[in-house]
C-alpha cells in the first residue's frame, strides 16, 4: 500500500479512491457478463481496456484533485460510468439491450458492495471516511489482515448479489424492452453517480445522516437489480405471449384445412350413403356390411350446438378411432360461443391432442378411454377432460413438470389453453392421481349470455 502511495504521489488518496471505484463496478459489471458472448482476443482487449481505463481515471482524479467542487465530483463519477460502460462493449458483443441491462445490474450491485462494508462500520461507531478497518478508528495501525477483510467482504457481497440476481435467459429484441433498458441505465447512472457525490458531502455531518445516506444507496442498488429481473421477467412474458400468438396464427390455418376436409368427407359420406341404398341388394351380406363400417368411420359427427367445436371434435374422433381411443363426449357448445373459432380450436384442441398424445402410448385397450364433458355448472362454465397416463407426471405452480420419460408432454399447449382461458377472467386447474390426468377450465358463466 505504501508504494501505491507512494507511486501516486499528492494525488494518491484521490486516484487510489477513483481507480478502486473503478476496478469494483467494472469486476461487478464483469461478473454479470460471464453470460455474454466474448469479443475475438478477449483477454488482449482486457488488458488493453484495463491499462487505459485505469490511466484515464488518474487523470480523472487529478483533475478533482486540482478543481475540488460538486461539479467537477459529478463530472468525475459519469466518465467513470462511460469508461466501464465502454470497457463492457470494447470486451463483450451482444445486443444493446444485454449489454445496458448488464451494464445497469453491475453498478447496482456495486453501489450494495460500495455501500454496505461502511455501513457496518457505522453500526460499530467508526467513522468510515477515517479509515477500513472495523475496530480501529484510523488508518493507523490497519493490518494487512484487514485491508484483506475489506476487499475479501467486498467481494462477497457482489458474489452473493450476482447469485441473487443472475439473469437465467436471454432478452428478445423488441421496442418495450429497449426502452425499457435504456431509461433504466440512464436513470442508474444519473441517480447512483448523484447519489454517491451527495452523500460523501453529508455523511460527516452526523452519524445518523451517515447511516441514512448509506441506507438509501443500498435500497436504490437494491431496487435497481429488482427493477432489472422485472425486465426479464416481463420480457420473458413477451416472448411467451408472441410465440402463442404464432401457434394461434398457426392454428388458425389449420382449423380452416381442417373444416374444409371435413366439409368434403361430410358431402362424400351423404352421396355414399345414397350410393350404398341403391347397391346394396346387389352386394353380399359381408361387402354391404364393410361399406356400413367404412361410412360409419367417417360419419361420426358430434353435434354440440357449436359447428366450430363440432368440427373440432369430429377431427379428433376420426383420429381417436384411428388410433384405437374411445372419445366420449357429452358438450353444450352453445355455452362456448363467445369463444373465436380459433379460441374454440386453440382450446379444445389442445386439451384433446395432449390427451390423445398420453393414452396412445398405453398398451391396456381399457385405459385408452378420453372423457371431456363441457356446459354449465352452477356460475362456471366448465370445460372438464380426464384420461389415463403412465409414466412420471409433476407439478410445480399448477403447471406439468415432465421428464424425458414422461407420457404426455403439456409445453406450449397447456400455456396455450390457460393463455386463452385468462383473457375471459377463466381459469386452468390440472392435476394428475394415481394414474389419472385431469384438466379444468373455468370461465365466468355470465360469458355464455354473449
Request: net charge neutral.
Amino acid at each position: 500500500m505504501a508504494l501505491i502511495i507512494q507511486f501516486l504521489g499528492k494525488y494518491s488518496f484521490e486516484g487510489f479512491g477513483l481507480i478502486l471505484t473503478f476496478l469494483e463496478c467494472q469486476l461487478c459489471i464483469s461478473l454479470f457478463a460471464a453470460r455474454l458472448a466474448r469479443r475475438d482476443v478477449f483477454f488482449l482487449r482486457i488488458a488493453l481496456a484495463f491499462l487505459e481505463c485505469v490511466i484515464l481515471t488518474y487523470l480523472l482524479a487529478i483533475l478533482n484533485t486540482e478543481l475540488p467542487g460538486m461539479g467537477t465530483r459529478i463530472f468525475c463519477y459519469l466518465a467513470i460510468s462511460l469508461l466501464n460502460m465502454l470497457f463492457l462493449a470494447f470486451c463483450w458483443k451482444d445486443s444493446t439491450e444485454e449489454l445496458l441491462i448488464t451494464f445497469s445490474r453491475g453498478t447496482a450491485a456495486y453501489q450494495v458492495g460500495n455501500k454496505l462494508y461502511p455501513l457496518i462500520q457505522n453500526l460499530l461507531g467508526i467513522n468510515d471516511r477515517e479509515t477500513i478497518s472495523l475496530i480501529r478508528p484510523t488508518y493507523v495501525g490497519v493490518q494487512d489482515w484487514e485491508w484483506a477483510l475489506f476487499f475479501f467482504f467486498r467481494l462477497g457481497t457482489f458474489l452473493v448479489l450476482l447469485w441473487l440476481f443472475y439473469p437465467k435467459g436471454k432478452l428478445s429484441r423488441d421496442r418495450g424492452t429497449r426502452r425499457n433498458t435504456v431509461l433504466l441505465s440512464v436513470f442508474t447512472v444519473a441517480v447512483i453517480n448523484v447519489l454517491t457525490c451527495v452523500t460523501r458531502v453529508y455523511e460527516g455531518e452526523s452519524m445518523a445522516m451517515n447511516i441514512a445516506m448509506k441506507i438509501s444507496c443500498i435500497l436504490f442498488g437494491l431496487f435497481t437489480l429488482l427493477a432489472a429481473s422485472g425486465i426479464f421477467t416481463q420480457n420473458e412474458k413477451d416472448q411467451e405471449i408472441s410465440t402463442l400468438n404464432q401457434l394461434m396464427r398457426q392454428e388458425k390455418n389449420q382449423f380452416e384445412n381442417v373444416k374444409a376436409n371435413i366439409d368434403v368427407i361430410n358431402a362424400k359420406i351423404h352421396d355414399l350413403k345414397h350410393i350404398l341404398n341403391r347397391v346394396e341388394s346387389k352386394l353380399t351380406e359381408e361387402e354391404a356390411s364393410d361399406l356400413r363400417r367404412a361410412v360409419e368411420f367417417y360419419d361420426s359427427n358430434i353435434k354440440t350446438g357449436n359447428d366450430i367445436l363440432d368440427v373440432i371434435l369430429c377431427e379428433k374422433n376420426l383420429v381417436c378411432q384411428q388410433k384405437g381411443i374411445t372419445l366420449s363426449c357429452m358438450a353444450n357448445g352453445k355455452d362456448f360461443r363467445f369463444l373465436s373459432p380459433v379460441q374454440t380450436y386453440t382450446l379444445f384442441g389442445n386439451i384433446l391432442d395432449n390427451a390423445i398424445e398420453a393414452v396412445s402410448r398405453l398398451s391396456d385397450p381399457a385405459e385408452k378411454l378420453i372423457t371431456l364433458t363441457c356446459g354449465r355448472h352452477e356460475d362456471q362454465l366448465l370445460i372438464e377432460e380426464s384420461n389415463y397416463y403412465s409414466g412420471t407426471l409433476k407439478l410445480e405452480d399448477g403447471m406439468p413438470v415432465t421428464t424425458k420419460s414422461a407420457v404426455s408432454q403439456h409445453g406450449f399447449g397447456t400455456k396455450s389453453i390457460r393463455y386463452v382461458a385468462e383473457q375471459y377472467g377463466g381459469e386452468i386447474a390440472l392435476s394428475a392421481d394415481d394414474g389419472i390426468f385431469s384438466v379444468t377450465v373455468s370461465f365466468p358463466a355470465h360469458l355464455a349470455m354473449r
